[in-house]
């Protein structure tokens, strides 16, 4: 008996596959209830892949959508918005804090600088910024670049309270414990200080 309960369990969680915890799970079918030292974890039970697989939905399925009505996309979005946040800010303290990839944040920059929503300019001559200088990129937000977010950034909110929504209040409470503490452990050091 025991033995078929095994399979069984093996079965749920192969049917599950890469998709990973389905909602109202009981705490027998959790992978997470008892890790011991993991070897019952297939990739879709990994915390890293579940984390992964819903900010790549969260992205795909509601960021993007409304960010579409603005002629945004995600990472211009989320360089526009730290760097209202930190402005002026150097491009070097933008990449850390906003944890993209430094190639991926030089290219979002030069988009939105074309489209005239942030300005650079060398920190050395207080000037626009020159194609061979090494002096730090120093960014500010346009006039044009602050509408454009004060009109995006009410949509975003309510967006972002909707999918929060779907959580209780105590679940929202948990969650964002959890991810604080997951962070404190495991998140990026800040490289500045």
């Excluded at 360089?79 to 209202?84: F, K």
């Excluded at 190639?103 to 939105?112: E, M, Y």
């Excluded at 346009?142 to 967006?159: E, H």
Aim: proline fraction near 4%; hydrophobic fraction near 40%; charge should be positive.
């Amino acid at each position: 008996m025991a033995a078929k309960q095994t399979t069984r369990k093996r079965s749920v969680r192969a049917q599950r596959g890469a998709a990973g915890p389905a909602a109202g799970t009981r705490a027998g079918d959790n992978p997470w209830v008892n890790v011991g030292d993991g070897r019952h974890l297939h990739i879709g039970d990994f915390l890293t892949f579940q984390l992964i697989r819903l900010a790549n939905a969260a992205k795909a399925n509601v960021t993007r959508q409304y960010l579409a009505d603005f002629g945004l996309s995600v990472p211009e979005w989320r360089l526009l918005a730290m760097t209202i946040r930190f402005e002026p800010v150097r491009f070097s303290e933008l990449v850390a804090r906003s944890s993209m990839d430094k190639g991926q944040a030089s290219r979002t920059l030069q988009a939105l600088t074309r489209r005239g929503l942030i300005a650079a300019r060398d920190a050395g001559t207080g000037g626009k910024r020159a194609s061979d200088s090494s002096a730090p990129v120093i960014l500010t937000v346009t006039s044009k670049g602050r509408k454009l977010y004060a009109t995006a950034l009410p949509v975003a909110q309510r967006n972002q309270a909707r999918l929060l929504m779907l959580l209780t209040r105590e679940e929202r409470k948990q969650l964002y414990i959890v991810l604080s503490k997951l962070h404190s452990a495991i998140g990026d050091r800040d490289p500045l200080g």
